[in-house]
């Protein structure tokens, strides 16, 4: 194996010059990549095994078996993946066989200049970071939401705008964008600028249902957001009108296979929760249910209540009044630990049926290139507001909502492994957008 070491000389400078010097060559580097992508997707042909570059430590280590076609794309990537690190040098390393394309070795070195160049505005905005954090906010924080007014979310979104005011001694404001699902929340965070002044209260079906429904959208679901905290997660009830002649969950399964069709569940729609997680129970028991959508919650629970429809999943909190009165029977629970509010209901992985796994979170995302040190600024104040006695009772366990306040690592962690789940969940229930 032969080894090239390339003094890049554009390196210290522009590592010195900071975001004056680098912002005006965006547009270069931006050409220098297209055509990196295309020298070194030639450069494979010519033998290359092996490559690591050095930028203040080995950050990179690729064996190159993928094809021709997906190498380029791998480098683009992998090159993007390490413009967080804060330390650059000016050599980079590279093992192979790279006689036979010289114009190889002057693509990675290309490479290089690009880290070097993104790094001056990481490391520019990270001397800059500690100001901005502390002197943050500066003017009024927009909490934008996918939900009208009066809802469960709206509710509590508003309960924690309230109470950020007083902490972050500007205005938080809690702003509707209804429409399409959340794809009209979603995509004006997304577009906005990352200086934590927008934020969006963020629901699970956004980021991890939505994006298997619609073969575009105006955003990335999972690269154009910095996850800031998870705020809470529940489960919702299985419930069936007290008409029915079911006591538990055994008896509608099998009810349900004697008459296969027949028996109806409501839900807001396709791509719901409350579809995917009946469609996934109907696959997992091996019986057939009907759906029948509604345009909202009201109308969807006022179905079960009159016996219009046999069926549905309804929170905690609003379902237990229906519960105690008798108007409706509470069959399961969809999360794998029960509600400190209705203990008495087993969850679907006690009776046997752990795929049955489907609960709701409520969260805060903000745009992807806000500075991290802001965003754990902002975790941190909600995760305390969170650990207050009386709003962890008012706003949150006495409406069934478990507080979680996961930090942006393991919120971003989670949203990622429920991406997967969420497209298998998709393709089980047949969701399409309507």
Known sequence: MSEKTIKVTKTRALAKSGAAIARPLLAEVRELILEARAEVARAVDSGLTTLYWHVGCRVRQDILKQKRAEYGGQIVSALRRQLTWTHFNTLVYIEGPLNKRSRSVKVFA???CVAALFAAVAQSSRAQAPDVVQTWPVKPVRLVIGIGPAGGSD???????????????QPVVVENRVGANGIIATEAVAKSAPDGHTLLFATDSAFTVTPHLHAKLPYDALRDFAAVTQITEFGTVLVANAALPVANAAELIALAKKNPGKITYSSIGAGSQMHLISEMLSNKAGI??????YKGVPQMVSAVLTGEVNLTWVGVFSSRPHVKSGKLKALGYSISKRSSLMPEVPTFAELGYPDVDKGVWYGVMAPVRTP?????????????????PEFREKELLSKGYEPTGLGPDEFAALIRQQFAAGAIM????GAQVE
Do not use: F
Not at 155 to 169: E, I, P, S, V, Y
Not at 376 to 387: E, G, T, V
Not at 426 to 429: D, G
């Open 426 to 429: 998709v393709k089980v229930s």
């Open 110 to 112: 290309t490479l290089l």
């Open 155 to 169: 509710l509590l979104a508003r309960a924690m705008a309230q109470r950020l005011t007083a902490q972050w001694g």
């Open 288 to 293: 057939s249910l009907s759906h029948i959508p």
């Open 372 to 388: 991290r040190l802001l965003v754990d600024r902002i975790h941190a104040d909600i995760r305390k507001l969170l650990d207050e």
